[in-house]
């Protein structure tokens, strides 16, 4: 004789463990789709672009922004915006490719780029940065100064020393390129090292850093410019 009261919850038990299945196959397609399309989480492992960004800085990039990519081979399917002078993007490291960087734009394509005497020159155009306050830096603890740069409409602080003596340049940035400096400019490893950026290679735009694990409390959640 069947028992239809176990053969019932052998049913139940069946459709209850393939809809859990299927929510999970779901929601794991979802957040690859998300992951590779829209908004991905990144950790700082350096300090180059301090103050803007510190060690351990948890923060998410927005890979929508400049378009949508066709993973792998790096191509632009659709375009919406295109990357600007100020914008902090992750990308692809030129050296290796295995690697992500983060880095400010600092020039765009046909932009001459030329450091004298310590300061930036864009087109012949000295970028104008004011004296802000003395800096420490928590990890090394040295005092740094800090300065507000006027970057084309975006402001933001970058450290430096009292004597400036960096010479750069000039230099033209190439089509579908961009020259990426960290904000720490005397502690960064950047386009002055090794070259330009390629615009296939950039991942997205920093958005917002969502934990800081100093913990700093008011870090987190900040968005970043």
């Known amino acids: ?51 803007t960004l510190l060690i351990g800085d948890h923060l998410l990039v927005n890979k929508f922004i400049y378009g949508v990519k066709i993973p792998f081979i790096d191509k632009y399917i659709l375009k919406f915006n295109t990357p600007s002078k100020g914008d902090i993007i992750v990308f692809k490291f030129p050296k290796d490719e295995k690697k992500d960087y983060i880095k400010r734009i600092i020039g765009t394509e046909g932009d001459e780029i030329e450091i004298k005497k310590g300061f930036l020159y864009i087109n012949g155009e000295q970028i104008q940065e004011k004296y802000f306050d003395k800096y420490r830096d928590h990890e090394t603890n040295e005092i740094k100064n800090r300065y507000v740069e006027f970057l084309y409409g975006v402001e933001h602080y970058i450290l430096g020393q ?20 960290g904000d720490n400019r005397d502690n960064s490893l950047d386009s002055r090292s090794w070259g330009f950026v390629s615009t296939r290679k950039i991942k997205g735009k920093a958005l917002i850093i969502y934990w800081s694990s100093w913990p700093n409390w008011k870090r987190i959640f900040h968005l970043i410019k």
């Open 162 to 181: 009292d004597q400036k003596q960096e010479h750069f340049g000039p230099i033209t940035v190439p089509a579908n390129a961009v020259f990426a400096m």
């Open 1 to 51: 004789m069947i028992n239809i009261m176990d053969h019932n919850d052998k049913i139940i038990r069946k459709s209850t463990a393939r809809e859990y299945a299927e929510a999970a196959v779901i929601a794991i397609l979802l957040a690859l789709f998300i992951r590779t399309f829209v908004v991905q989480a990144f950790k700082i492992p350096s300090g180059s672009m301090k103050p």
